[in-house]
């Protein structure tokens, strides 16, 4: 079947405008994870959303970031007024279930941001 | 908390030897554990991971993990290296509480000589 999508796979642009990242994950799957991966590093988490409980927002680095998702498909990662700090690959996981045995996130391709 | 250690940044073997990457780990209580490989632009891909039972857990591409609580350490193994192997690998923890994302390492970049 269909892996995780994620849209656009880059994106270029300028500082202090908004951007918005979209995540498609697995049918069926019931968590979604955001995450993001800057350059050379490893990953750090940014967002959790797990059915229609509320999401964990624990990881996200400011006011600026939020992120929606509907129901248990489409989420959207939106950044406002864009810093060049901003700039990473920008990484979206599903998983079937939170706890158990099948907990093993997929990943996306990611989504190149440049913030020039 | 929970944290991940990946202690060499790069690793070397020449094919067909075994291979092995190092990974540590810190968790409050049992941990899952799991291992990704990054290929160049493209995502991340899962190989393995441990839940609970056999400590030697086996995964895609002839890989293979041990876990090992006395150490808490998940070394990533191979009895044979292939130059295709050539890739990042990343270590991730995650504890069984509520805490529902993974911690992952810095990554170890593994270069297959041939």
């Known amino acids: 079947g269909a892996g995780v999508s994620q849209s656009p796979s880059n994106k270029v642009t300028e500082k202090g405008k908004d951007v918005e990242l979209r995540c498609d994950p697995i049918?069926?799957?019931?968590?979604l994870y955001w995450y993001r991966q800057r350059l050379g590093q490893g990953l750090e988490f940014l967002i959790y959303f797990q059915g229609n409980s509320a999401p964990d927002k624990s990881g996200l680095p400011s006011d600026r970031f939020s992120a929606e998702r509907t129901g248990e498909s489409v989420s959207t990662l939106t950044i406002q007024r864009t810093q060049q700090e901003d700039s990473a690959v920008y990484l979206c996981?599903?998983?079937?279930?939170?706890?158990?045995?099948?907990?093993?996130?997929?990943f996306g391709p990611g989504t190149r941001l440049t913030v020039l | 908390a929970q944290s991940v250690a990946q202690p060499e940044d790069q690793v070397n073997v020449a094919e067909g030897n075994p291979l092995t990457v190092k990974c540590t780990y810190s968790?409050?209580?049992?941990?899952?554990l799991f291992w990704y490989v990054q290929y160049p632009n493209r995502g991340l891909q899962f190989l393995l991971k441990y839940i609970t039972g056999d400590n030697l857990v086996k995964g895609s591409y002839g890989f293979e993990a041990e876990f090992n609580k006395s150490q808490t350490s998940f070394h990533l193994k191979k009895p044979s290296a292939l130059v295709s192997d050539s890739a990042l690998y990343f270590c991730a923890v995650r504890e069984r509480g509520s805490a529902r994302q993974l911690t992952f390492g810095s990554g170890t970049q593994l270069t297959v000589l041939p």
């Open positions: 968790v409050s209580g049992n941990p899952y």
């Open positions: 049918s069926g799957h019931t968590a």
């Open positions: 996981a599903s998983s079937l279930a939170a706890s158990g045995e099948r907990v093993e996130q997929f």
